[in-house]
């Protein structure tokens, strides 16, 4: 999908990655609504954007998205300002080891709400001009690590989500392509959490496998939106290997075992 025109709603666009996806999608043309929890940051972003794309086309509506009235309202904001919704971008997320029901409740609970809120404003057997979701996970979703169970426990949930409904017999009808971005470590306030066990493992694995630039991450989901061909996509970015998709092969080794293995294509 070109994003020329199109209309987005995305959440945690105050800054870090959200607001690098919202900035790469206004150069492109599209006009975009973001949610936050961080007021304060929220109206400072939109009102840089603003001056720099132009007062009509990027808005932010304060929202928590663990809160279903709230992520409701601001979904409904995106709407009522665009007439539609064709691109929903599901980022807000947090690393917190201290507070498993808050990481299960934003980065999956309101992933999946925000999945399904966009697929009944989207889908087209039901009036909808159909579009694309795309679910930010992370690397973490699809290896483990013990620095941080909980977040790797959410991240997981939200490729299986996206994967299971992108494998939906309704799918062709509904014409909504499901996408899931799986980011290495980014250069973010996230990397200065420090609510996490065994801080040092994840220090030595930011030290062997670097940390990326926004920009660069943000370039990857453009081509998760772009491309029209890639409903069920899971798409990982690291710093040694770029941007490359990734799928769940099961192999038969032996005619009773199967063995689930990440194969790359
Ligand atoms: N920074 C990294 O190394 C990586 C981050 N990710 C994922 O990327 C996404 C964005 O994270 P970053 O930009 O790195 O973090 P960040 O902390 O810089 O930005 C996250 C934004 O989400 C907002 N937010 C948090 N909870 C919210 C809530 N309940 N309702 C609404 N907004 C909320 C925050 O206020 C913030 O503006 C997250 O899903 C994260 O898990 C994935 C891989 C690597
Ligand atoms: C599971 C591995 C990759 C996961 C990538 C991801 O989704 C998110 C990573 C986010 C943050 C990682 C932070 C690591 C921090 C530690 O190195 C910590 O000890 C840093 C302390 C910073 C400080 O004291 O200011």
Redesign the pocket.
Known sequence: MDPQGKSVFL??????????IVEKLLSLGAKVLF????VE??KATESELQTQYGADVVFFHP?????DE??KAAFGMAVSKFETVDICV??????NESNWE?VM???AG??IRGSLLALEHMRRDRGGRGGVIIN?????GLNVNPACPT?CA??HA?IGFTTSWAMSPGQKDHAVRWCC???????????K?TDIHYPEMLEEYLKDNG??S?SQ?ADAVMKLIQDPDNNGAILEVTLKKGARYRRRQVVDRDGVNDLVIMDTY
């Open positions: 959440t945690g666009g105050a800054q870090g990655l959200g607001r690098g949610c936050d929890v961080d940051r929220g929202a928590d998205v663990s809160d709230q992520h599901n980022n807000a997320g947090i690393l808050k409740a934003i980065n309101a992933v930010v996970a992370s690397i973490a977040y959410s991240k939200v971005l799986c980011p290495d470590a980014m250069e973010t306030s996230m990397l959490v940390v990326m926004v991450v």
